[in-house]
């Protein structure tokens, strides 16, 4: 299991921007695909976006696309959410996951770091 550290949640009001940061500890950084998922209270875990190994692949959840971008800086083991345009429905828990390029499911998770947008 990857050791993640994310941070950056904070309030901020609707039509704002934030980035969240998550910074992986003693793996190979560039095998692992990096993902963000967020859950608020009462519903379900959301896929956000990943984005593969090199960073020659990214992809989004249909409520997003658009308005987030994942990018990583291998050389800092980091992978970032830079989220734009925010919405009310946009305040939930955020979690930076990981797994290995070849596996299927993200078996790494952060422990969250929370994002309020008010209106």
């Known amino acids: 299991q990857v050791h993640l550290v994310e941070s950056g949640g904070r309030l901020v009001q609707v039509g704002g921007s934030l980035r969240l940061s998550c910074v992986a500890f003693?793996?190979?950084?560039?095998?692992?695909?990096m993902g963000w998922f967020r859950q608020a209270p009462g519903k379900e875990r959301e896929y956000v976006g990943s984005i593969f190994g090199n960073g020659a692949s990214t992809t989004y959840g249909d409520s997003v696309k658009g308005r987030f971008t994942i990018s990583r800086d291998n050389a800092k083991n980091t992978v970032y959410l830079q989220m734009n345009r925010l919405k009310p429905e946009d305040t939930a828990v955020y979690y930076c996951?990981?797994?290995?390029?070849?596996?299927?499911?993200?078996?790494?998770w952060g422990q969250g770091t929370q994002v309020t947008v008010s209106s």
């Open positions: 996951a990981a797994r290995p390029d070849s596996y299927s499911v993200f078996d790494s």
């Open positions: 003693g793996v190979t950084f560039s095998s692992y695909t």
